[in-house]
């Protein structure tokens, strides 16, 4: 195999990378989409009997669509993952000194260390 195969493979292939990312990003997108059954259908035999011209009509069609979907999904995830630290973390106050109150009245911790507790939550 000489260089001139080698690179030609190599931009071959790398073409044929990019335009599988593109297609199941597209059939990602179907999935995700508010249509009806039969709409979602419609574009999956598209895209299976004529892929190229079928990609090219979606991203121009529906391309603003699955940037807000995108958009959206992105937002919920860090709405998610807030939501989540909050409640691992517990940077409340009032959720530390629950906790704290809780663990004073199962005798896991003494009077001075729920103080302790309660004062460091209260300050911070």
């Not at 530390?96 to 460091?120: M, P, R, V």
Request: net charge neutral; no cysteine; hydrophobic share 55%.
């Amino acid at each position: 195999m000489t260089l001139t195969d080698w690179l030609w493979w190599l931009l071959a292939f790398f073409f044929l990378v990019i335009y599988f990312m593109m297609l199941f990003r597209i059939i990602i997108d179907v999935f995700r989409a508010d249509d009806s059954g039969w709409v979602k259908a419609a574009w999956l035999i598209a895209l299976l009997f004529f892929p190229l011209i079928t990609m090219l009509i979606y991203v121009i069609a529906r391309g603003k669509d699955m940037a807000k979907r995108d958009v959206q999904q992105y937002q919920q995830m860090q709405a998610d993952q807030a939501d989540y630290i909050r409640s691992v973390a517990g940077n409340d106050s009032a959720t530390q000194i629950k906790q704290a109150h809780d663990l004073l009245t199962s005798g896991a911790i003494t009077q001075a260390e729920f103080d302790a507790i309660k004062a460091k939550a209260l300050a911070g």
